[in-house]
């Protein structure tokens, strides 16, 4: 996966305990986005097996309505970049009729038992669903920063944060649990990039027989 300039790449755990201290600060203002990944299941994942990805929930707050879909697209985009992964395209139409079928709606699906139920409907080994935390700009003018919603003003950063598990189909287990938080002055799709980048670096690593550094 290319890195973009706004993402910080992943330091060893020692690193990134000093890190977090440093910014606790800002892991406080993004809602305890600072988390590291955790890896629960690897042997699970080099399995190997097909991936969905079902759409995430909106962040809180009627500002960021819609704000899942911006996530789950680049979600999609970041898995189709993993030369060993088969990812299926759920779309609508194939989304609705596996919930029909198995009983649930939309707003389940980032219950585990409903995510595996829909990817064994759509014969899927592995979903990843998920949510956002945290969706909203920050304007900032001068050498003063004010968390806003909406206006203009000399510099606009857009902030998400994100978490998202990957569910094994067969069971309901969650085998990869990620988090993501990233600001870009070029939208949210730009900041959504990153962040998706951040919460899957750890199992892009394992899908390429990596360890958790990236070695």
Not at 162 to 176: E, F, N, T
Request: some cysteine; proline content about 4%.
């Amino acid at each position: 996966m290319a890195r973009s300039n706004n993402h910080i790449p992943n330091p060893p755990l020692s690193a990134k305990r000093v890190f977090l201290w440093i910014t606790l600060a800002g892991a406080l203002a993004l809602g305890g986005c600072m988390e590291e990944s955790v890896l629960v299941d690897r042997k699970a994942l080099t399995d190997g097996g097909n991936f969905i990805v079902l759409p995430f929930a909106d962040a809180p707050g009627e500002q960021a309505d819609g704000s899942g879909r911006v996530v789950t697209g680049a979600i999609a985009a970041q898995m189709l970049l993993e030369p060993n992964v088969k990812l299926f395209d759920v779309g609508p139409i194939k989304l609705n009729e596996a919930l029909e079928a198995t009983g649930f709606d939309e707003m389940d699906v980032n219950d585990p038992v409903v995510a595996a139920a829909v990817g064994r409907k759509l014969d899927a080994q592995f979903v990843i669903t998920g949510e956002l935390i945290h969706y909203a700009t920050e304007k900032q003018a001068s050498s003063n920063t004010v968390w806003i919603f909406q206006g203009g003003g000399t510099k606009t950063r857009h902030w998400i944060c994100l978490h998202l598990r990957v569910v094994r189909a067969s069971d309901g287990k969650i085998v990869y649990a990620g988090h993501g938080s990233s600001c870009s002055d070029e939208g949210y799709a730009a900041a959504a990039e990153n962040a998706c980048e951040e919460a899957l670096a750890d199992l892009d690593n394992i899908l390429r027989g990596k360890n958790q550094y990236g070695w």
